[in-house]
C-alpha cells in the first residue's frame, strides 16, 4: 500500500528536562540554524506526511506548545505530568492515538537534523508489510544507547544499554529513537509497556518484543550518526549546528552558488540563494533572507529578514537588517545599514550611510555619510526619495520628509523639509572666506 494513502500520526517527543544544557530555557527552543529545535521536527515530520501532529511537552510548557503551533498550526499539544519514559511520554498523546490513524510515527525534538525522507522511510516499512520499524545507525562510541538486536533481517528487541547484556552491547546499529508502528495494534501495545527494567521507566522501546509476541513483524533501517545525532548539552548543540551549516551549505552549492569559503559562510534553514549568486567569505545571514539568482554578497556583511533582487551587490562589511529590500542591479556598499527599506532598482547607496524606514527610488545615488533620521526617541517616521535623486555626502534627512525625483541635495545638508522634483536643496551654514586670517593669526600667536 503506497505511504500516502495511509493515514499517519506523528508524535513528537519534547517533554525532556534538559538539564545539561544549564539553561532558563527549555532545550528543544535552542536553535539550530536560526530554528528551534523543536521546529525542525516538526518540519520533518509534516514532510514525512504527516496527516496530523501531537507534540508530548512538560508541565507549564507553554512556550513549547507556542512554538510548535508557529511550524504546525493545527499541532495538538498534550502534556505529560510526570517524567515516566518514551512509552509514558506517547501515550500522554492517547486521545489522538485513539482516533485511529494507520501510521503512528514517534520522533524526538531534540535530534534536529534527522531529515523528512528519513522518516518518510520509516513509514514506507510498514507501507511494505512490517509492523514495526525502527531507525538505527552505527556510532563511533555505542555507549548509552539502546541496541538493535537483530536476528536474520528480523528486529527482535531493543535493549537500552543499562539493561544489556555484554553480547548484546555489541550490536551493529544503535537505536536512534524515531520509530513508525502500526496504528491499529499502537494503543494496545504502548499500554502492554511495563516498567521492569533499570530505570524502573516505561520504555517505548519494549514495542519491539511486545510486537515480536504477538506475532508481528519489526524491521531496523540505518541512518547516518551525523542525521540522528541528539542535543543534550552546549557542545553537541554546536555539533549539530555545524552539521547543520555543512548541509545548508552543500544545498546552497548544489543549487549553483558559489561560496568561495563555505565553511566561513553561516546560513539560515530558511536562506534561499539562486543560481549564480556569489557568496564571498565571512558572510552570516540571519532568518527571512532570499537572495535572487546573480546577485553577489562580498565578504563580512550580515542579513536578516531581507531579499536581495538578481544582480544586486551588497559589501563588504554591510548589514541588511529586516525589510531591507534591495531591487535588481541595486549596489549597498560598505559600513552601511539598510532597515525596513526598498532601495529600487539600480540605486546606489555605496558608503557608511543609514537607510531605515525609507524608500531610494531607482537610479537615486546616496552619497557617503547619509543618514535618515528616522526616530525622534518616540516614533519612527518615513522618508521618501524619488527616481534619480542625488544625495550629497554627508546628508542628514530628517524623516517624515520626502524628495522628489530628480532633486539634488547639497553635501552636509540637514533636510527638515520637502524637496520639490528636480530642485536644489541646500540647507547648511554659508561659507564665509577671510583672505590672510590665518597668516595673521599665525604671526600673533609666535609674537607671545
Ligand atoms: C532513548 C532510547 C534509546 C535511544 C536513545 C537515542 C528509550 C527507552 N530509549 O534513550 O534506545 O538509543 O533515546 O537518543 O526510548 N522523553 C519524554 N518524556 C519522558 C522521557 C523522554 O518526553 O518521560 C523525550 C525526551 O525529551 C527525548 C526523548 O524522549 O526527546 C528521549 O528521551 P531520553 O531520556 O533522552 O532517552 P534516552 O535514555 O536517551
Ligand atoms: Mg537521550
Not at 59 to 87: C, H, I, K, N, S
Not at 342 to 352: D, F, R, S
Request: net charge neutral; glycine share 10%; charged share 25%.
Amino acid at each position: 500500500m503506497n505511504p500516502a494513502a495511509r493515514r499517519c500520526l506523528a508524535i513528537v517527543l519534547a517533554a525532556g528536562e534538559g538539564v545539561r544544557m544549564r539553561s532558563s530555557r527549555p532545550k528543544v527552543l535552542h536553535a539550530v540554524a536560526g530554528r528551534p529545535m523543536i521546529a525542525h521536527a516538526l518540519a520533518a515530520a509534516l514532510e514525512a506526511g504527516a496527516d496530523a501532529v501531537a507534540v508530548v511537552v512538560g508541565p507549564d510548557r507553554e512556550d513549547v506548545a507556542e512554538a510548535a503551533r508557529r511550524v504546525a498550526p493545527g499541532v495538538e499539544v498534550f502534556v505529560q505530568r510526570e517524567r515516566l519514559g518514551t512509552a509514558h511520554a506517547v501515550l500522554a498523546a492517547r486521545d489522538a492515538l485513539a482516533r485511529g490513524f494507520d501510521d503512528i510515527l514517534v520522533t524526538y525534538a531534540d535530534i534536529p537534523l534527522v531529515r523528512g525522507e528519513t522518516l518518510s522511510a520509516l513509514r514506507a516499512a510498514l507501507a511494505e508489510g512490517a509492523d514495526l520499524a525502527a531507525l538505527g545507525f552505527a556510532p563511533a562510541d555505542p555507549t548509552g544507547y539502546g541496541r538493535l538486536i537483530e536476528q536474520d533481517g528480523r528486529l527482535v528487541a531493543i535493549r537500552e544499554h543499562k539493561d544489556a547484556t555484554e553480547a548484546e552491547r555489541r550490536a551493529r546499529l544503535c537505536n536512534a529513537g524515531p520509530m513508525a508502528f502500526r496504528g491499529d495494534d499502537g494503543l494496545a501495545m504502548l499500554e502492554a509497556v511495563a516498567p521492569t527494567n533499570a530505570q524502573k521507566e516505561y520504555y517505548l522501546t519494549d514495542l519491539v518484543e511486545i510486537a515480536g509476541a504477538r506475532g508481528l513483524a519489526a524491521r531496523a533501517l540505518e541512518a547516518d550518526e551525523a542525521e540522528v545525532m541528539g542535543v543534550n548539552d552546549r557542545v553537541q548543540l554546536a555539533a549539530a549546528e555545524a552539521a547543520m551549516q555543512a548541509r545548508l551549505r552543500r544545498k546552497a552549492m548544489a543549487a549553483g552558488a558559489t561560496l568561495a569559503a563555505p565553511e566561513t559562510v553561516f546560513l539560515s534553514w530558511d536562506t534561499a540563494i539562486g543560481r549564480d549568486v556569489l557568496i564571498e567569505p565571512h558572510v552570516v545571514i540571519a532568518p527571512g533572507v532570499t537572495i535572487e539568482d546573480g546577485a553577489t554578497i562580498h565578504a563580512f556583511s550580515h542579513l536578516e529578514g531581507a531579499r536581495v533582487a538578481s544582480g544586486a551587490s551588497i559589501g563588504p562589511y554591510a548589514r541588511l537588517r529586516p525589510g531591507a529590500d534591495v531591487a535588481a542591479g541595486a549596489r549597498v556598499g560598505n559600513f552601511v545599514e539598510i532597515k525596513n527599506a526598498a532601495i529600487e532598482a539600480g540605486a546606489k547607496v555605496n558608503h557608511l550611510t543609514y537607510i531605515g524606514d525609507a524608500r531610494v527610488g531607482a537610479g537615486a545615488n546616496i552619497g557617503a555619510g547619509t543618514i535618515t533620521c528616522n526616530y525622534d526617541g518616540f516614533s519612527k517616521f518615513r522618508t521618501d526619495i524619488g527616481a534619480g535623486v542625488f544625495i550629497g555626502s554627508n546628508s542628514s534627512l530628517v524623516a517624515p520628509v520626502t524628495i522628489g525625483d530628480g532633486a539634488y541635495v547639497g553635501s552636509g545638508s540637514v533636510i527638515t523639509r520637502d524637496v520639490e522634483p528636480d530642485a536644489l536643496a541646500v540647507a547648511r551654514g554659508r561659507q564665509d572666506a577671510r583672505a590672510g586670517w590665518a597668516k595673521a593669526f599665525r604671526a600673533r600667536k609666535k609674537k607671545k
